[in-house]
């Protein structure tokens, strides 16, 4: 087992996710000016913090349904493509660039690697 396919790991990325999404749903203004930086039209707005608290409740998944979880970690990696080609495509070379880098090959490094399936 490594750290990236323990449950503990699953559980702590949710934690994460659940929180990003609260930050989300005003936004905080941090999450509105990165919102603006890329582009992202105000009627899609609405629809990240629903996105973060699915996946969140996706990672949690693991405990009884880690294939779920497996597909969340696959659908969070689509998300952070999206993410990094928007940054890019604005040419926005700042830390939220590099957050949406860092969280890619995580959740496409889990994606490979799958959840430990031996600690039930």
Same mark, same amino acid.
């Given at each position: 087992?490594? @750290? ?8 702590? #990325? ?14 905080? @203004? ?8 890329? /582009? ?6 609405? #629809? ?9 409740? /996706? ?8 294939? #779920?979880? *497996? #597909? ?26 590099? @957050? ?7 959740? /496409?490094?889990?994606?490979?690697? /799958?959840?430990?399936? *031996?600690?039930?």
């Amino acid at each position: 087992m490594s @750290a990236l396919t323990s449950r503990r790991a699953y559980l702590a #990325l949710a934690a994460v996710q659940a929180a990003d999404a609260a930050a989300c749903v005003g936004p905080v @203004a941090p999450v509105k000016k990165a919102f603006d930086d890329v /582009g992202l039209p105000e009627e899609l707005r609405p #629809l990240i913090p629903v996105v973060k608290a699915a996946s969140a409740v /996706g990672l949690l998944s693991v405990v009884r349904f880690p294939a #779920l979880a *497996r #597909l969340t970690t696959f659908m969070l990696t689509v998300y952070f493509v999206l993410a990094v080609g928007s940054h890019l495509r604005v040419r926005d070379i700042s830390p939220n660039l590099i @957050a949406a880098s860092a969280f890619l090959a995580l959740f /496409g490094t889990m994606t490979v690697e /799958g959840p430990d399936l *031996r600690a039930r």
